[in-house]
Nanobody
Framework: QVQLVESGGGLVQPGGSLRLSCAASKSIFNFNIMRWYRQAPGKERELVASITNGGSTVYVDSVKGRFTISRDGAKNTLYLQMSSLKPEDTAVYYC????????WGQGTQVTVSS
């Protein structure tokens, strides 16, 4: 079993920044891939960013150049640094990994509004 606990969400003005964290209950080096997803009201959950065990990253086009996914093995934590935030980034953000089966965090709300 793996527990994933997100934190760092909140209310931020357009153009602002936030850093999301996802603390894992096991060493993240067990996981070949970790991802951030988001789900806005009335919309499907979408993949935002991925990072592999080798450190390769992929981003959805809408966040390229603004968001950075990273991880800290010593802290067993995945991060999503979000900058130049836009109202359309408003969503619940979820951490995801796969280790014999899929695991999701509980989500953290990000609201971008003036």
């Amino acid at each position: 079993q793996v527990q994933l606990v997100e934190s760092g969400g909140g209310l931020v003005q357009p153009g602002g920044s936030l850093r999301l964290s996802c603390a894992a209950s096991k060493s993240i080096f067990n996981f070949n891939i970790m991802r951030w997803y988001r789900q806005a009201p009335g919309k499907e959950r979408e993949l935002v960013a991925s990072i592999t065990n080798g450190g390769s990253t992929v981003y959805v086009d809408s966040v390229k150049g603004r968001f950075t996914i990273s991880r800290d093995g010593a802290k067993n934590t995945l991060y999503l640094q979000m900058s130049s935030l836009k109202p359309e980034d408003t969503a619940v953000y979820y951490c995801y990994t796969y280790w014999y089966k899929a695991y999701w965090g509980q989500g953290t709300q990000v609201t971008v509004s003036s």
